[in-house]
C-alpha cells in the first residue's frame, strides 16, 4: 500500500525500467502527475486512485502495459497514454476531469474494456491509434467518444448519452467498426466527416438532434440500426 499526496512533480515516476508490479496506490494532489511512467516495458498496475492532479496517470514510450481497477477522477486529464503499444486497461473509471478522461496518440494494439468516462470535455480520444474498446458508458462529456485519424478500431457494446456536442465523433479515419451501441440525448449521436471505410452496425440513435451525421465521407457502410425519434435521423452534406 502506497501513498504519494501532495508532491511538487508527480506522485510516483518510473522511467526506463521493466518488469514492474504496482497496487493498492492513492496519489492525489500532485503538481504534475499521479503515476508518470516513460520508457518502460511490462509494466502492471492495479487498485489505483489518482484524483486531483494536473494529469492523474500519463504513460509515454512504453509496451506492454496492464493498467486494472483504475480510478482517475478530478484531474486536468484523467488518463495519457502516448507513443506505446500493447496496452490493455480495464476496469476504469475516469470523470470530472477537465480535457480528456482517457486519450490516446499513436497507441497501438490497445484494448479498453469496461470503462466508464462522464462529465469529461471528451470521454476517450483516440489519436491515430488503433484500439479495441468494449463495455464503455460515457455520460454527460462535452464529446463522448472521438476517433481523430484513427485506423482498425472496434467499438462494440457503448452507451453514450447527454453529451453537450457529439455522443461519437469520427474524423479523417478509416476501416473503423462501430456496433451494437446505443447513442441518445446527444446534440448529434454518430458524426462522420472526411473519412472512408468505417462500418456501422447495430446502433440505436435517438432523442439526439442528428441522429446520424455523413460530412463528405465516402465508402462507409449503415445497416441493421435504428434512427429513431430525432430531430434529423440521417444527414448528408
Known amino acids: 500500500n502506497i501513498t504519494a499526496n501532495n508532491n511538487y512533480i508527480d506522485g510516483i515516476s518510473i522511467i526506463e525500467s521493466s518488469n514492474i508490479r504496482a497496487t493498492n496506490i492513492i496519489t492525489n494532489f500532485n503538481g504534475e502527475y499521479g503515476i508518470y511512467l516513460q520508457d518502460v516495458v511490462d509494466i502492471i498496475l492495479t487498485n489505483i486512485t489518482a484524483n486531483y492532479n494536473n494529469g492523474g496517470i500519463d504513460i509515454e514510450q512504453a509496451s506492454d502495459i496492464t493498467l486494472t481497477n483504475i480510478i482517475a477522477n478530478n484531474n486536468y486529464d484523467g488518463i495519457l ?130 441522429g446520424i451525421y455523413l460530412f463528405e465521407t465516402h465508402s462507409n457502410t449503415i445497416k441493421n440500426s435504428i434512427i429513431k425519434n430525432n430531430t434529423y435521423g440521417i444527414y448528408l452534406h
Open 81 to 210: 497514454i502516448g507513443g506505446s503499444y500493447i496496452i490493455a486497461a480495464a476496469n476504469i473509471i475516469t470523470n470530472f476531469n477537465n480535457e480528456y478522461g482517457i486519450y490516446l496518440e499513436q497507441v497501438e494494439n490497445t484494448t479498453l474494456t469496461n470503462i466508464t468516462a462522464n462529465y469529461n470535455g471528451a470521454g476517450i480520444y483516440l489519436m491515430d491509434t488503433s484500439a479495441t474498446l468494449t463495455n464503455i458508458t460515457t455520460n454527460f462529456n462535452s464529446v463522448g467518444i472521438y476517433l481523430d485519424n484513427s485506423y482498425d478500431s472496434n467499438l462494440t457494446h457503448i452507451i453514450v448519452a447527454n453529451s453537450e456536442q457529439e455522443g461519437i465523433y469520427i474524423t479523417s479515419s478509416e476501416n473503423n467498426f462501430l456496433s451494437d451501441t446505443v447513442i441518445f440525448n446527444n446534440t448529434e449521436a454518430l458524426h462522420i466527416e472526411y473519412s472512408e471505410k468505417n462500418n456501422v452496425s447495430n446502433i440505436i440513435a435517438h432523442s439526439n438532434n442528428y
